[in-house]
């Protein structure tokens, strides 16, 4: 079964530093996701990007955040300089199309962002 | 603002012994809700989208029911493997992204 690739598992980083969150999404899958979820709380959505820009972001998407399809295979989000309150799951997502909705959405496993 | 609340946070349950849990929500014009499995440690997995009040899917144990105001998935005769975090979500009409509750953590026992 296809699925959605993120590295690295585990990352930790000190505040102020600039990370860089990998994903592969499904080779045919046209949509493409962040989320994240800090300890104890909600799946937050942050953004979707698709034809190589992005199509709807959160608040929680501030100037700090940014996405990127480099190539034909990866979407990376990075974020410039981490914050304390950076640290949390953020889950990569595709779907073949937005208008199913999560019909179509597989996350990956997460990548576990650590800030100290 | 669109708002998602589960109920309860957390139950635990016999194996076998059936039960329900509760999506509340609010949305500004729903285009889907959906209910996920999450597992520790991974990312949520899909189980059911329901569109339009009344609607019913089931799959396995598992059953979602959809009202103008509330989903519920009710287990049957339930399994340990069943024990997960169970995440309901809406997407609103013309959104991309969902939003989400947080979550009902269940445990069956053997």
């Known amino acids: 079964e296809p699925e959605v690739t993120q590295t690295p598992s585990h990352q930790v980083t000190q505040m102020g530093q600039e990370v860089i969150l990998r994903c592969v999404p499904i080779s045919n899958h046209l949509y493409f996701y962040w989320y994240r979820q800090i300890l104890g709380q909600k799946v937050e959505f942050l953004v979707s990007?698709?034809?190589?820009?992005?199509?709807?972001k959160s608040e929680i998407f501030d100037d700090q955040f940014s996405v990127e399809r480099p190539d034909g295979s990866n979407f990376t989000l990075k974020i410039r300089s981490t914050k304390l309150e950076d640290s949390a799951m953020y889950f990569c997502a595709s779907s073949i199309d937005v208008a199913v909705g999560g019909d179509g959405y597989t996350f990956g496993s997460g990548t576990r962002l650590t800030v100290v | 603002e669109d708002q998602v609340t589960q109920s309860p946070e957390a139950l635990r349950l016999q194996e076998g012994e059936s039960s329900s849990l509760n999506c509340s929500y609010t949305?500004?014009?729903?285009?889907?809700l959906f209910w996920y499995r999450q597992d520790p440690g991974k990312g949520p997995e899909f189980l059911f989208t329901l569109y339009s009040a009344g609607e019913e899917k089931e799959k396995e144990r598992l059953k979602a029911t959809l009202t103008k105001k509330e989903s519920f998935l009710h287990i049957t005769a339930p399994k340990p493997e069943d024990s997960a975090t169970y995440l309901c979500a809406v997407q609103a009409r013309g959104a991309d992204g969902l939003t989400f509750g947080k979550g009902t953590h269940l445990i069956i026992q053997p």
């Open positions: 990007f698709y034809n190589n820009e992005i199509s709807e």
């Open positions: 949305v500004s014009g729903l285009r889907g």
